[in-house]
């Protein structure tokens, strides 16, 4: 069974980190282009960063830029997000996804959020940024 599981969510005060984790069961994440979606209470599901498969190339839209970073841990066939510098704005469900295609490249830059273009979703986990 091919699944995608999110953890390390919960609360966290402004200004604190988090590290959210994508476990894969059933295939080998090194060969999937991995994206990471949130999704705030009345609002529609955004795109936060991706990873592509192969050379790795990452992106992040520009509300986290600077602020979060995608990596891999092939080992644990596991995708972090680790988030830093928390905002209240950034409270949502965080979900990752899983794509077997690489990335369109346009202007450099993946096409990445595009969420009906991935395979394999996680349940997501919840992230509160409160004081």
């Known amino acids: 069974q091919l699944q995608l599981v999110e953890s390390g969510g919960g609360l966290v005060q402004p200004g604190g980190s988090l590290r959210l984790s994508c476990a894969a069961s059933g295939f080998t994440l090194d060969y999937y282009a991995i994206g990471w979606f949130r999704q705030a209470p009345g609002k529609e599901r955004e795109g936060v960063s991706c990873?592509?498969?192969?050379?790795?190339?990452?992106y992040y839209a520009d509300s986290v830029k600077g602020r979060f970073t995608i990596s891999r841990d092939s080992a644990k066939n596991t995708v972090h997000l680790q988030k830093n510098s928390l905002k209240p704005e950034d409270t949502a469900v965080y979900y990752c996804?899983?794509?077997?295609?690489?990335?369109?490249?346009?202007?450099?830059?993946?096409?990445?959020?595009?969420?009906?273009?991935?395979?394999?979703w996680g349940q997501g986990t919840q992230v509160t940024v409160s004081s």
């Open positions: 990873v592509d498969r192969g050379d790795g190339i990452t």
């Open positions: 996804a899983a794509r077997i295609r690489r990335f369109v490249m346009t202007n450099g830059q993946p096409m990445c959020f595009m969420s009906a273009t991935y395979n394999y």
